[in-house]
């Protein structure tokens, strides 16, 4: 259970950092997402037998939503101190550190999904 000192806040603190850094970079990636999947849904009605190259490319953008869709209802909000005394009761109980560590990973989570979104390249 996580006490109310100024070391957890400090820690809290840098966890709202990484969680705020990783919402703008979610959303940054959401946008290209976006262009990547209209570009992937005028490929499909072109009427025509697609290439490989096409195939390859709408697969990989629908494999690339599916990654940003677990990523978006997976994310965690940082609870602050008052939120983790209001809701001791819960079954499970993070501390500070777990809760950093969570935001770390959702990070790079993101930041692995923008880099693989950044070598898609829409098929000429």
């Known amino acids: 259970m996580l006490t109310c000192s100024s070391s957890n806040e400090k820690i809290l603190k ?10 703008e970079l979610e959303k940054e990636v959401a946008q290209k997402y976006d262009s990547l999947q209209q570009a992937s849904n005028s490929i499909n009605i072109q009427g025509r037998a697609l290439t490989e190259e096409e195939i390859k490319f709408t ?9 940003l869709d677990y990523w978006q209802e997976n994310h965690l909000e940082v609870p602050t101190t008052e939120d983790l005394k209001k809701n ?3 079954t499970v109980k993070f501390s500070a550190q777990d809760i950093l560590m969570i935001q770390k990973e959702f990070n790079d ?6 880099a693989r ?3 898609l390249k829409i098929p000429s």
Not at 16 to 21: A, C, L, R
Not at 59 to 67: A, K, P, Q, T, Y
């Open 59 to 67: 697969r990989d953008v629908e494999l690339m939503g599916l990654s």
């Open 109 to 114: 989570s993101i930041q692995a999904i923008k």
């Open 88 to 90: 001791n009761r819960s």
């Open 117 to 119: 979104i950044e070598t």
């Open 14 to 23: 840098k966890a709202t950092e990484i969680h705020d850094q990783s919402i």
